[in-house]
């Protein structure tokens, strides 16, 4: 009996050490959190002096107390700056007690080497190292917070006058036309236009030529903009409910047109562009003038993406050129990878194209229009470009993966002639580097690091990379101590058997290899960018509170993301249902076979906005594979969602293609375990997606849950869906019930 009993004991011990989703784990994953701030000395808010001459930053020391560091970058030397002496004169001054060891400094910059300004308590402040005083330089009036967003659109039928470069002349809009008067003279006014009307009018969007004889604008056929109606539940200045709206155009939607004009103000004449050479437009901008004032350039993108000019408009023949045209067979990424630099002294454009495959940079003739050289090529991408000095003929920008056998999404510095020669790698240490620039980008602090390598700041030459002075290296002890574990970078070929997928993996703390871990995966699977982390960060979104609960969390790039070739890119075209997805799942069962204890049969998904859309069409497309998914303000029809971030990947006109990827559309597929998170008040995805689904589910009968967070935006929930979104994985992935959470 006394041997039954000790077996007994013996395998209720091995069942309680095997168990997760306890009480425990969760109050260890809120631990967690808390130790993410045990990280010290990494630079933050960097910032320049006008003069390039010095920098200041803040930092975290492991006393938990912060400082300020200025650097003189000329004498490579630090000045500290004491917080607790700012502090105390501060409150002297405002006879209040007002801690700053913690806060943020709004406008930090240094003045000069012995000198920094910074905002608090509606006050400039200047702090002068040498002396160890504090003045007040300024005091700042109540601003209030601007109302704007994302999609609001601007009256451009109306607006300021403008003056004339020799400053004789205002050119205004009234009565929908273009007027022209001298600014001494109210009687010499000169209706300049005739032709203008409220559904076709002329922009306020006035610009004058250099010598002040031409003026340029738009006339402008007016397309009528969606308003999307959010319902707020819960206000907090009246009982009642109220409506809010938001402009808010969607696929398809009709889109206002532009034709660019030019007005001779001594003749009258008045040249427009040709419309067939513009038509169908999804965006016309960035109207500038040539530096011989007869004629204008400006970039037209078409709708669908797939065609993007730099057209010329001449201010005398009315002929209308193109100077740049980029075609695709799949999108132009207009939004994310575009850049242009017009050489003015040499006649010369800096173009980025993807037209060989890859993001790089090409030399243009101004005139032309012809290639006069491509300026970085090979299998890799320029991420973006720092600066091009049209003296010296350089460029400086960031790159990633020219490097071989490492992993192609970290960012490196580099610096190249324009002729295409002389390409000098300035950041040549094997991590993610970030660099902040002087104003004339002769110097620049990097800070680089790896997800599993902690950063260190450097101040380095611009022209050559080398090392001018050690800033800091970051101090993780006390995050090691607590039991931290950095995330491991993994790779695996893909769905094609060749191409390369990355992404991390996360354990718990207490990790053991013999148990069993259900894998979650948080994605991410928006065309913009990548976005598995390449540099060193504890948090990681919420990923190690939930590993910490019995998980192995992994975050995955996929094809169909940004920043590799354009082939690899594509993927996304009109398909974002795909998601990446077959790379994720290859990934994940090579991870497993790799790692047995990750449970390959137990797999779950989050994410939000795009990831809420993804994270629902992985439980409907992929059902064999994801088991439960937790999606929050998700897309989950792409023509519920703003416009241009949808008909960007999946085209234009609105063709089957959307129906195929529309969640709402395939609710019927639903096998696994769904929750649903939206903000009452999101004006990024219109909420109305979600409940549409809902609506959806209900009719196929689809068990589901939905939480609806009044009052909130685009979010993931905040807390509270937190909460519910790691109970929802125990409980479906765990088989445990969550404990209640006022025991934690």
Same mark, same amino acid.
């Given at each position: 009996?006394?041997?039954?009993?000790?077996?007994?004991?013996?395998?209720?011990?091995?069942?309680?050490?095997?168990?997760?989703?306890?009480?425990?784990?969760?109050?260890?994953?809120?631990?967690?959190?808390?130790?993410?701030?045990?990280?010290?000395?990494?630079?933050?808010? %960097?910032?320049?002096?006008?003069?390039?001459?010095?920098?200041?930053?803040?930092?975290?020391?492991?006393?938990?107390?912060? %400082?300020?560091?200025?650097?003189?970058?000329?004498?490579?030397?630090?000045?500290?700056?004491?917080?607790?002496?700012?502090?105390?004169?501060?409150?002297?001054?405002?006879?209040?007690?007002?801690?700053?060891?913690?806060?943020?400094?709004?406008?930090?910059?240094?003045?000069?080497?012995?000198?920094?300004?910074?905002?608090?308590?509606?006050?400039?402040?200047?702090?002068?190292?040498?002396?160890?005083?504090?003045?007040?330089?300024?005091?700042?009036?109540?601003?209030?917070?601007?109302?704007?967003?994302?999609?609001?659109?601007?009256?451009?039928?109306?607006?300021?006058?403008?003056?004339?470069?020799?400053?004789?002349?205002?050119?205004?809009?009234?009565?929908?036309?273009?007027?022209?008067?001298?600014?001494?003279?109210?009687?010499?006014?000169?209706?300049? *236009?005739?032709?203008?009307?409220?559904?076709?009018?002329?922009?306020?969007?006035?610009?004058?030529?250099?010598?002040?004889?031409?003026?340029?604008?738009?006339?402008?056929?007016?397309?009528?903009?969606?308003?999307?109606?959010?319902?707020?539940?819960?206000?907090?200045?009246?009982?009642?409910?109220?409506?809010?709206?938001?402009?808010?155009?969607?696929?398809?939607?009709?889109?206002?047109?532009?034709?660019?004009?030019?007005?001779?103000?001594?003749?009258?004449?008045?040249?427009?562009?040709?419309?067939?050479?513009?038509?169908?437009?999804?965006?016309?901008?960035?109207?500038?003038?040539?530096?011989?004032?007869?004629?204008?350039?400006?970039?037209?993108?078409?709708?669908?993406?797939?065609?993007?000019?730099?057209?010329?408009?001449?201010?005398?023949?009315?002929?209308?050129?193109?100077?740049?045209?980029?075609?695709?067979?799949?999108?132009?990424?207009?939004?994310?990878?575009?850049?242009?630099?017009?050489?003015?002294?040499?006649?010369?454009?800096?173009?980025?194209?993807?037209?060989?495959?890859?993001?790089?940079?090409?030399?243009?003739?101004?005139?032309?229009?012809?290639?006069?050289?491509?300026?970085?090529?090979?299998?890799?991408?320029?991420?973006?470009?720092?600066?091009?000095?049209? *003296?010296?003929?350089? %460029?400086?920008?960031?790159?990633?993966?020219?490097?071989?056998?490492?992993?192609?999404?970290?960012?490196?510095?580099?610096?190249?002639?324009?002729?295409?020669?002389?390409?000098? /790698?300035?950041?040549?240490?094997?991590?993610?580097? +970030?660099?902040?620039?002087?104003?004339?980008?002769?110097?620049?602090?990097?800070?680089?690091?790896?997800?599993?390598?902690?950063?260190?700041?450097?101040?380095?030459?611009?022209?050559?990379?080398?090392?001018?002075?050690?800033?800091?290296?970051?101090?993780?002890?006390?995050?090691?101590?607590?039991?931290?574990?950095?995330?491991?970078?993994?790779?695996?070929?893909?769905?094609?058997?060749?191409?390369?997928?990355?992404?991390?993996?996360?354990?718990?703390?207490?990790?053991?290899?013999?148990?069993?871990?259900?894998?979650?995966?948080?994605?991410?699977?928006?065309?913009?960018?990548?976005?598995?982390?390449?540099?060193?960060?504890?948090?990681?979104?919420?990923?190690?509170?939930?590993?910490?609960?019995?998980?192995?969390?992994?975050?995955?790039?996929?094809?169909?993301?940004?920043?590799?070739?354009?082939?690899?890119?594509?993927?996304?075209?009109?398909?974002?249902?795909?998601?990446?997805?077959?790379?994720?799942?290859?990934?994940?069962?090579?991870?497993? +076979?790799?790692?047995?204890?990750?449970?390959?049969?137990?797999?779950? %998904?989050?994410?939000?906005?795009?990831?809420?859309?993804?994270?629902?069409?992985?439980?409907?497309?992929?059902?064999?594979?994801?088991?439960?998914?937790?999606?929050?303000?998700?897309?989950?029809?792409?023509?519920?969602?703003?416009?241009?971030?949808? /008909?960007?990947?999946?085209?234009?006109?609105?063709?089957?293609?959307?129906?195929?990827?529309?969640?709402?559309?395939?609710?019927?597929?639903?096998?696994?375990?769904?929750?649903?998170?939206?903000?009452?008040?999101?004006?990024?995805?219109?909420?109305?997606?979600?409940?549409?689904?809902?609506?959806?589910?209900?009719?196929?009968?689809? /068990?589901?849950?939905?939480?609806?967070?009044?009052?909130?935006?685009?979010?993931?929930?905040?807390?509270?869906?937190?909460?519910?979104?790691?109970?929802?994985?125990?409980?479906?992935?765990?088989?445990?019930?969550?404990?209640?959470?006022?025991?934690?």
């Amino acid at each position: 009996m006394k041997l039954r009993i000790t077996a007994f004991l013996l395998f209720i011990l091995q069942v309680s050490s095997y168990a997760q989703g306890t009480l425990d784990d969760y109050k260890r994953a809120k631990e967690v959190r808390n130790n993410f701030g045990k990280i010290y000395n990494i630079p933050q808010q %960097i910032t320049w002096a006008e003069d390039g001459g010095s920098f200041v930053y803040k930092l975290k020391q492991k006393d938990n107390k912060s %400082i300020l560091v200025l650097v003189d970058a000329q004498a490579k030397s630090k000045k500290i700056i004491d917080l607790e002496a700012m502090s105390e004169q501060m409150s002297k001054l405002l006879s209040e007690t007002v801690p700053l060891n913690n806060s943020w400094f709004v406008g930090l910059k240094p003045i000069n080497n012995n000198e920094i300004e910074f905002t608090e308590k509606k006050k400039v402040w200047r702090w002068n190292v040498s002396e160890n005083k504090l003045s007040i330089q300024k005091e700042l009036n109540d601003n209030e917070r601007g109302s704007g967003y994302w999609g609001q659109k601007w009256d451009d039928s109306k607006g300021k006058p403008i003056e004339s470069p020799d400053k004789v002349y205002l050119a205004y809009i009234k009565n929908n036309n273009i007027y022209v008067r001298k600014k001494a003279d109210l009687k010499s006014e000169k209706q300049m *236009t005739f032709d203008g009307s409220p559904g076709l009018y002329y922009s306020a969007r006035l610009d004058w030529s250099a010598d002040s004889k031409k003026l340029s604008s738009s006339k402008v056929r007016k397309a009528e903009v969606r308003q999307l109606t959010l319902l707020e539940s819960s206000p907090t200045d009246q009982l009642q409910p109220k409506l809010q709206y938001r402009d808010y155009a969607k696929p398809g939607d009709a889109l206002s047109q532009y034709y660019p004009v030019i007005v001779n103000v001594e003749s009258g004449q008045v040249v427009e562009v040709d419309p067939k050479q513009v038509e169908n437009q999804f965006s016309l901008y960035n109207i500038r003038w040539r530096p011989d004032n007869n004629a204008i350039t400006f970039e037209y993108n078409q709708r669908g993406h797939q065609r993007y000019d730099v057209l010329e408009l001449d201010a005398v023949t009315g002929q209308t050129k193109p100077i740049i045209s980029e075609t695709s067979k799949t999108f132009i990424d207009y939004s994310g990878k575009k850049y242009r630099k017009d050489l003015e002294k040499s006649n010369e454009i800096v173009w980025t194209s993807e037209r060989d495959g890859w993001n790089h940079l090409y030399l243009i003739d101004a005139k032309t229009g012809k290639v006069k050289n491509q300026i970085t090529k090979g299998n890799w991408v320029v991420r973006k470009v720092i600066n091009v000095n049209e *003296t010296d003929r350089k %460029i400086i920008f960031e790159g990633s993966g020219r490097n071989k056998n490492e992993d192609p999404y970290l960012v490196r510095y580099y610096t190249i002639g324009l002729d295409g020669n002389g390409l000098k /790698e300035l950041s040549p240490e094997l991590a993610n580097h +970030q660099g902040y620039f002087n104003k004339d980008f002769s110097k620049f602090i990097d800070v680089y690091s790896l997800v599993d390598q902690a950063p260190k700041a450097l101040l380095r030459d611009a022209k050559t990379g080398k090392v001018e002075l050690d800033l800091e290296f970051a101090d993780l002890s006390d995050l090691t101590a607590s039991g931290w574990k950095a995330p491991e970078v993994f790779s695996t070929v893909g769905r094609d058997g060749k191409t390369d997928i990355w992404g991390v993996i996360i354990r718990p703390n207490n990790f053991d290899p013999n148990k069993k871990y259900p894998i979650i995966e948080y994605i991410y699977a928006g065309p913009h960018s990548s976005f598995v982390p390449k540099s060193f960060t504890s948090g990681l979104s919420g990923m190690y509170e939930l590993a910490e609960l019995g998980f192995i969390v992994v975050q995955i790039d996929g094809m169909g993301t940004s920043n590799r070739s354009k082939a690899f890119h594509d993927v996304a075209w009109k398909n974002l249902k795909d998601a990446g997805f077959p790379d994720r799942i290859a990934w994940m069962k090579a991870a497993a +076979q790799k790692y047995p204890y990750m449970d390959i049969d137990k797999v779950g %998904i989050y994410g939000t906005s795009a990831g809420g859309q993804s994270s629902t069409g992985a439980v409907l497309f992929h059902p064999e594979f994801y088991k439960v998914a937790v999606s929050s303000c998700g897309c989950h029809d792409n023509r519920m969602d703003k416009i241009w971030w949808n /008909e960007q990947w999946m085209g234009w006109p609105i063709g089957p293609q959307y129906a195929e990827c529309s969640n709402i559309e395939n609710a019927h597929r639903l096998e696994g375990k769904l929750m649903l998170i939206v903000g009452e008040l999101d004006d990024n995805v219109d909420p109305a997606s979600t409940y549409q689904l809902v609506n959806q589910l209900i009719k196929n009968g689809k /068990e589901h849950e939905l939480i609806m967070v009044p009052g909130m935006g685009h979010s993931s929930g905040g807390d509270y869906g937190e909460k519910k979104r790691r109970d929802f994985f125990v409980k479906n992935l765990l088989g445990v019930e969550p404990p209640a959470w006022n025991l934690y």
